[in-house]
């Protein structure tokens, strides 16, 4: 259950934070702009969309075998149990 949780913190911070960035984005220009000419300043820095990108999905990935381990714990544990009570 914890993990559902986490997972839409997660969500609601991703799908949260674009309304306020567009609202800091200046009005779309009228003419094409050649990549060259565009200032460093307002180029997006793609190493920390990568990262965080890989970062979420081994987030995601990790808890999911996580969640799987432990409910093969429990599995294990009804299993150990129906043993015993068998003889």
């Given at each position: 259950m914890s993990f559902l949780r986490i997972l839409l913190v997660l969500a609601a911070l991703a799908f949260g934070a674009p309304?306020?960035?567009?609202?800091?984005?200046?009005p779309p220009q009228s003419e094409?702009?050649?990549?060259?000419?565009?200032p460093p300043g307002e180029q997006i820095p793609a190493i920390n969309l990568v990262a965080a990108a890989y970062g979420f999905?081994?987030?995601?990935?990790?808890g999911y075998v996580w969640s799987i381990a432990r409910r093969l714990q429990k599995v294990e544990a009804e299993l150990v149990d129906l043993e015993s009570r068998k003889r």
């Open positions: 309304p306020a960035i567009a609202a800091q984005q200046p094409f702009v050649p990549v060259d000419e565009i999905v081994w987030v995601v990935l990790l």
